[in-house]
């Protein structure tokens, strides 16, 4: 059994512990609003969007044949990986990185946006062709960098199918990895992608105000598509980077919570063996003082 300076070390060292995670909870609660905020707010520009990319290719009077639109025999499918900068999070890169299992071999190319991603990709032996670093509260032109990149690679021909994994928000609790083809663009469904449980109540909505609107396109529907095609490329890459900011900080911030509930228990106990072992103690010294006095008697 240990001794009572052995136990009173590991409780002084655990609620040292305890306030490191608590300082981190309280930032990443901090950080977590701002990025919940920036995550949802997006998803309504997303669908204002799509509906006009939906009418758009409506309106069109013969089929539309943009190099964004073209799909090819998928040869070569780089991969985005979008991931933390920072671990204490808990699972959610674990999760994430486990959806690349099924991309191996020499024909997987990957890029990277964020330095776990990168550091697997590096420590797994992976083809890596960029990697990208961005800002916690990372700008539409930062993220742009990123989805340009890709755009530029698909344009030339160079790769034929681009596919991002990152981690959708769905709330505080749940972030779940995702896989999402990213070019071609065969359906404009990213307001419906990122469109969750709590927003269901909206798609009756949507629907009735797509129907309801009505668009004008000057100078007509195919040069409209032709700057929007690029547009929606550049904040669906955005979008998905909000949202994987989103579901790192209330996956930090629940973690951080459960390890410093963790160490407030493990205190607790500790406290209760210190004061089994010092009353142990006692009881020890009383016994032996007795029994110096009988034996002196």
Do not use: C
């Not at 909505?205 to 668009?215: I, L, P, Q």
């Amino acid at each position: 059994m240990a001794n009572t300076r052995d136990i009173r070390r590991r409780i002084k060292s655990i609620k040292n512990t305890s306030q490191i995670t608590k300082a981190l909870q309280m930032v990443a609660a901090s950080k977590m609003r701002g990025a919940q905020t920036a995550a949802l707010a997006g998803r309504d520009y997303a669908e204002l969007m799509n509906n006009v990319l939906v009418s758009v290719r409506e309106r069109a009077e013969t089929d539309i044949a943009h190099p964004l639109l073209a799909e090819r025999p998928a040869k070569r499918e780089p991969l985005i990986v979008i991931s933390t900068d920072q671990g204490l999070a808990g699972a959610i890169n674990t999760n994430l990185l486990r959806e690349l299992t099924p991309y191996e071999g020499e024909k997987a190319q990957f890029v990277a946006v964020g330095r776990k991603g990168a550091q697997f990709i590096a420590r797994t032996k992976r083809n890596l062709l960029a990697d990208f670093t961005l800002k916690d509260k990372p700008s539409f032109v930062e993220v742009k960098q990123v989805s340009k990149f890709a755009l530029d690679k698909f344009i030339a021909g160079e790769v034929d199918k681009v596919t991002v994994v990152f981690t959708d928000f769905v709330n505080t609790l749940t972030q779940r990895p995702v896989v999402r083809t990213l070019l071609p663009i065969s359906s404009f469904e990213l307001a419906k992608g990122f469109r969750t449980a709590d927003d269901s109540h909206k798609e009756e909505e949507a629907k009735s105000s797509k129907d309801m609107v009505g668009y004008e396109f000057e100078p007509g529907p195919e040069a409209v598509l032709d700057a929007l095609l690029p547009q929606y490329v550049h904040f669906q890459v955005y979008q998905m980077v909000l949202d994987s900011r989103a579901s790192e900080h209330s996956a930090r911030m629940v973690a951080m919570k459960n390890a410093t509930e963790n160490a407030k228990g493990i205190v607790k106990d500790l406290t209760l063996e210190y004061n089994k072992v010092r009353q142990a103690g006692i009881t020890t010294e009383l016994l032996e003082i007795t029994t110096a006095q009988l034996a002196l008697a």
